[in-house]
């Protein structure tokens, strides 16, 4: 019955949608990395308010193997000299790094803009705001600038675009934030694949975001748990399945919002092995990475915990934990800490190496494509 209804998705998102044939991405990766690289890999860290590495940095000895990523916001904006104060903390956090890095940004625009104009960097409107001219032209225009400069710093990954639908129009988080192209999924749609194809311009990776959909929520999952199990609309998925089929989307966001239509276990989509593998990957076609959105979020940490969150993200088919060390009053996390978590628990059985490969594999396709 379960598999019917996941079918019948498809069907439904096929018919309300433009969808072209999928194309599949790259997936091969030589393995011969130790399990320490591996995990390391599955690991992305915010780094506090740091402006620049000093000589003893703790952070040096963890971009040894324990990190994957690094995930930038705008504390870490110098005031004066932005810009090349910031490419030179991306150089140097590239440098000491054992492995190559993602290294991250969300620049959606608007009220979701790291990157402001008074320091010097491009403009960016919001989604909301281009939705509204009803010009793909222009969010191309737009966001070809802002990858320009995202590569010139340094970048490789934005944390873009939002693909939400803007189902409820009082959502405190997408809508009254103006994050939403449309309350329309094929305009948004239409509006996120101009964004991505700005910046496949400038080799600078997209992920979409947040699956399966939070357009329809009326509270936000930095606070706490989110129910959309009664508001939530099949349409939410046009936007996945669209870029998907058009062999755009080589990664995504899951989010922390429950939805027990898809997964009658009422767990949080990141922790959910059904709506991560079996909706996400076998049936919509999705073969790249997915990013949990911060895990340190109210909906995550204050209700299941750092060792349990962590098992059940990876389980469910999460290839890279975000630790953003951005979330007022939530505990900060190390990427030792992360890493100690995760190889205890592969060494007890309670995740496998296997699942740790898989994840490896496609963070390595993905990295292959930027460096």
Known sequence: M????????????????FSSSPKNSNNEMAGGDSLDIKIGQMIMMGIHDRKFLSENDTLIDELRYKIGGIILFEKNVAPENSFEKL????ADLKTKSTTPLFMAIDEEGGKVHRLKEKYGFVSMPSAEYLGKLSSTDSTFFYAERLAKELFELGFNLNFAPDVDVA?????????????????????????????????QKHKIINTLKHFPGHGSSSSDTHKGLVDVTNQWQFKELIPYKRIIDA????????????????????????????????????????????????????????????ENSIKMAVNAGVDV???????????????????AVIKKLVLRGEISEERINESYRRIIALKNKTY
Do not use: W
């Open 247 to 306: 062999g755009v989307c080589d990664a995504l966001v899951s989010c922390h919002v429950i939805n027990c239509h898809l997964d009658t276990n009422c767990v949080p989509a990141t922790l959910s092995k059904t709506i991560t593998k079996e909706i996400l990957r076998d049936v919509l076609g999705f073969k790249g990475v997915v990013f949990s959105d911060d895990m340190q979020m109210d909906a995550i940490c204050k209700n299941y915990g750092l």
């Open 321 to 339: 934990l975000v630790f953003g060390n951005n979330v007022v009053l939530s505990k900060q996390n190390s990427a030792k800490e992360i890493h």
């Open 2 to 17: 379960r598999y019917l209804v996941l079918f019948t998705f498809v069907f439904l998102i096929t018919i309300y949608s």
């Open 167 to 199: 189902i409820n129009a009082e959502n405190p988080i997408i809508a009254k934030a103006k994050r939403s192209y449309s309350s329309d999924a094929n305009l948004v749609s239409d509006h996120a694949l101009a964004f991505i194809q700005a910046h």
């Open 87 to 90: 490419k030179k903390l991306i």
